[in-house]
């Protein structure tokens, strides 16, 4: 699994380089990109895109993902819905307007040497069941689309969208049924809706399963969870990566550990995720 063991590089720091040095001196293998000093992924200009590429390949590491914001909007914005980070990106706009937003991603996939590009699921609505044809409508358009260009859809269980568990994701993507879109699972996510990650959102995402972030949470009430460093956590990940070997799982791993600890830097929590998964594999062994 190490050898497939990357992370999001803000998860480091907001400065660009000082996270690729710190995940070059760690021996991740590969990065996600999500911020860049500040700026989202998807504002980079094609200059920037190709700045990225090039320090990151001169730290020895390569971009697995985009991770993307496409989707982080409601499907009409005459409803309320909920609402999450967007990281930087206008969270405005509307479904037609992300579906030229992917447009952009595939031109910075090119850019970044990736296929893969994370997206969601669109603002939770009051009863998304009611809207799921809907939603799927979007999801196959953007399928079709990245079908087209060679890309990878990582469709994410997000807590604030409409996939918010593992049981919804698994079935948007089934019912999209595209090779073009697949799952992103974050277990961590499923703990912060109060549901058992592993093994049962395991289960209901692994056939569509493309993609891992690794994160851990500690669940103690509706809207009272906390995420802490992989291993503390609520998610078994001693079983949740046991059964993704013997599931023969060969996609990557992201850290996305979304933990800083009281008065430290992000680049601490981040450090304590990495300590704390490869005790883990140290116990499976």
């Known amino acids: 699994m190490l050898d497939r063991l990357g992370i999001i590089t803000d998860e480091v720091s907001p400065d660009f380089n000082e ?7 760690k021996g991740l293998r590969h990065v996600e990109i999500r911020m860049v000093d500040g700026k989202n992924i998807m504002s980079l200009t094609d200059e920037e ?10 730290h020895d590491l390569y971009v697995s993902a985009i991770a993307s914001p496409v989707f982080k909007c409601p499907l009409d914005r005459n409803r309320p819905t909920a609402s ?14 992300h579906l030229r937003l992917l447009e952009r991603a ?8 990736t296929s893969r590009i994370r997206i969601f699921s669109f603002w939770r609505e009051e009863m998304p069941e009611q809207f799921e044809d809907s939603i799927v409508h979007y999801l196959k358009k953007a399928a079709g689309a990245a079908d087209k260009q060679g890309k990878l859809l990582l469709l994410e269980n997000e807590p604030s969208c409409n996939g918010g568990c593992a049981e919804e994701v698994g079935r948007l993507a089934k019912k999209t049924a595209s090779p073009a879109l697949k799952v992103l ?57 046991q059964a993704l070997e013997q599931d023969g799982y060969e996609g990557l791993f992201t850290i996305e550990t979304h933990y ?5 830097t992000a680049a601490e929590g981040s450090a304590l995720t990495l300590q704390g998964i490869r005790k883990l594999l140290a116990k499976e062994k």
């Not at 996270?19 to 070059?24: E, G, M, R, T, V």
């Not at 595939?106 to 970044?112: S, V």
């Not at 972030?213 to 802490?228: T, W």
């Not at 800083?260 to 430290?264: D, E, L």
């Open 106 to 113: 595939f031109e910075l996939a090119d850019l970044l040497d």
């Open 185 to 241: 699972w974050d277990p961590g996510n499923e703990v912060y809706l109060g549901r058992k990650a592993f093994p049962d959102g395991y289960e209901a995402v692994k056939h569509q399963l493309a993609h891992v972030h690794l994160k851990d949470a500690v669940f103690r009430g509706p809207g009272e969870a906390s995420c802490v460093p992989v291993g503390r956590g609520q998610v078994d990940y001693i079983g949740q990566l």
């Open 19 to 25: 996270a690729l040095q710190w995940i070059q001196e």
């Open 49 to 58: 895109a190709i700045s990225v590429r090039r320090r990151v390949e001169a």
């Open 84 to 97: 999450g980070d967007t990281f930087g990106q206008s969270a405005e706009e509307d479904a037609d307007a």
């Open 260 to 264: 800083v600890p009281p008065g430290g």
